[in-house]
């Protein structure tokens, strides 16, 4: 077969074709390439900040706060050391106990897992910012006419995890409740309370298996 072929006056080379089209591929990849590197560039340029304070606004409540903190400091440091807002606590300071739940639009986050920088943009909710004019939210009304407390340490973060859950799933049963507060631990032993709280918040009726015997009937 021969190396060219020729139509009409016009004639190229098969060596020629595969020269100019390996020249004009390589140039489009070596500039894609160059596109992307650039833009990764400006991209982590825009990523990095710190390593000391710089500025940040967090939504808290209902209300902008301005801070200026490191990167590395957590949300629940942020509430607790930066802020007054100390009712999520610090107790495992690894994601396991859940004493630290706040709500991040609506949905129920450990805060000693989260950086502050990272909730910027975010709708941040404490257990202080439930009550309204003075009035408990009816989770907390029901969490103190339940009695499901015993030393509160872990109340707060129960209390945030049943408020999430209700947002969502107003008439929860009680494995629903179970499920929701299954990253929260109360080392008293008075879950069989919270659950009964969280169901009386969400108008639910249930039956207690718990036999009371009255002893003025004895007497």
């Known amino acids: 077969m021969s190396e060219s072929s020729s139509k009409e006056g016009f004639a190229v080379s098969r060596r020629s074709f595969l020269k100019t089209f390996g020249t004009t591929a390589a140039a489009a990849a070596t500039a894609q390439v160059e596109t992307i590197a650039a833009e990764l560039q400006q991209a982590n340029a825009e990523r990095v900040v710190g390593p000391g304070a710089v500025p ?5 409540n209902g209300k902008a706060v301005k801070l200026e903190l490191e990167p590395r400091v957590t949300l629940l440091d942020a509430l607790r050391n930066h802020l007054s807002y100390t009712g999520a606590k610090e107790v495992c300071d690894r994601a396991t106990c859940g004493a630290c739940t706040v709500l991040v639009d609506d949905q129920p986050v ?3 897992s989260m950086l502050a920088i990272e909730a910027q943009g975010k709708a941040i909710t404490t257990v202080e910012g439930l009550a309204e004019n003075g009035r408990l939210s009816p989770v907390q ?3 103190v006419d339940q009695d499901a407390l015993m030393c509160g340490y872990c ?19 009680a494995e629903d409740v179970k499920h929701a507060c299954a990253g929260n631990l109360c080392r008293c032993g008075t879950q069989p309370r919270i659950l ?12 207690s298996k718990t036999e009371v015997i009255s002893y003025a009937r004895l007497a």
């Open 141 to 143: 009304e029901a969490f």
């Open 196 to 207: 009964q709280a969280a169901l009386k918040a969400a108008g639910v009726q249930t039956a």
């Open 56 to 60: 940040i606004t967090l939504q808290i």
């Open 110 to 112: 450990y805060a000693c």
């Open 155 to 173: 109340t707060p973060g129960f209390v945030m995890s049943v408020t999430a859950l209700l947002k969502r799933n107003p008439k929860p049963t």
